[in-house]
């Protein structure tokens, strides 16, 4: 399975501001995609990072509020902009195997004052 | 509308035991099925899927079951050890599509 790497690990941010996290995958993949665990919830998808287009997003994220991008087929960036508390959760990449298996970074803990 | 559900927040099981952790999903598009176990500070671990072509898949320690009449799966441990503590997830994803869709988790607990 592939090595992903995810920076920062964690970050404590004030609110109104904005925080890119970014992620590192050991080989090339064809998807990647951004999950968001809210405190004592389920892990949720926000979008699906596509190598040279705009990211595909679900239902209730948007693209001013989370911009991704997908330079190469080994990095990706997530960046929560304008922070409010609400969005204090832990935010992870993911990539599939080809195979229908996704395996899943170390996550950044996010905390909005 | 949740789509996959897990309606035991937690399970608690003596080592050696077996541990049954269960799960339902409600869209019969589904046909893909995956289980994740999470330690605190890390990111889900994949442990074993299941292709709703089957009803059973084995992997060492850990078996899926797939009820598809019934919409239902589940993950038997056996034997359980106190490493195995931990939440687990199950998702699910509908072919070609690589949307995984998870459940609430089960706290798993493991006493020696």
């Known amino acids: 399975s592939a090595v992903i790497s995810q920076k920062p690990s964690r970050d404590i941010c004030q609110r109104g501001t904005s925080l890119t996290i970014q992620c590192q995958v050991d080989s090339q993949v064809t998807m990647m995609f951004w999950y968001r665990q809210q405190p004592g919830q389920s892990l949720t998808l926000i979008a699906t990072a596509n190598q040279g287009s705009e990211a595909t997003y679900e239902s209730g994220f948007v693209i001013d509020k989370f911009p991704i991008s997908r330079p190469n087929l080994t990095f990706s960036t997530l960046t929560v902009s304008n922070m409010s508390p609400e969005d204090s959760s832990i935010y992870l990449c993911s990539v599939d195997d080809g195979h229908s298996e996704q395996y899943f970074g170390p996550g950044t803990r996010l905390t909005v004052t | 509308d949740q789509q996959v559900k897990q309606n035991s927040p937690s399970l608690s099981v003596q080592e050696g035991r077996i541990s049954i952790l269960n799960c339902d999903y409600t869209n019969s598009m589904f046909d893909y099925f995956l289980w994740y176990k999470k330690y605190p500070a890390e990111g889900p671990t994949f442990l074993i899927s299941?292709?709703?072509?089957?009803d059973k898949n084995e992997d060492g320690r850990f078996t899926v079951f797939l009820n598809k009449s019934a919409k239902h799966l589940s993950l038997h441990i056996v034997p359980s050890q106190p490493g195995d503590s931990a939440v687990y997830f199950c998702a699910a994803s509908g072919r070609g599509y690589g949307k995984l869709t998870f459940g609430q988790g089960t706290i798993l607990t493991v006493h020696p």
């Open positions: 299941i292709s709703s072509i089957k």
